[in-house]
């Protein structure tokens, strides 16, 4: 397993724990330069997207990863976890049906996700 592919499935993993909605990756390495992959998952509540962020930061210290960026926090409808070659979104559902991230990277590949057994 490539160490991207780890990453990804451990964001995955943490945003399925907290409940999050529709969590989907997309492939972008071949579209931009900025990142190999868009993990992006909902909340229906601000309380749980926080949640679901403060759950993947936890997780991936645990595996000693720190993100390089984070945005959005403190009003917790769109926050943002950047691990370089993996950027996570996580939406409050109103806004992510706002942006529709998925149809703007349309081109790229969807990688199913499912929780770990």
């Known amino acids: 397993m490539l160490k991207e592919d780890k990453l990804v499935r451990l964001i995955a993993d943490a945003c399925l724990e907290e409940k999050a909605i529709d969590v989907v990756v997309l492939d972008v390495k071949e579209l931009t330069i900025i990142t190999d992959y868009f993990v992006i998952a909902g909340g ?3 309380i749980q997207v926080k949640s679901i962020a403060d759950n993947v930061e936890k997780k991936l210290k645990e595996n000693g990863i720190l993100p390089i960026r984070k ?3 403190q009003h917790g409808v769109w926050v943002v976890l950047d691990y370089n070659s993996t950027i996570l979104h996580i939406f409050r559902q109103e806004e992510r049906e706002y942006y529709e ?4 990277w349309g081109d790229a590949r969807e990688i199913e996700v499912q929780k770990a057994e």
Not at 101 to 104: A, G, R, S, T
Request: aromatic share 10%.
């Open 101 to 104: 991230l998925e149809n703007l």
């Open 44 to 46: 229906k509540s601000v």
């Open 71 to 73: 945005e959005g926090y």
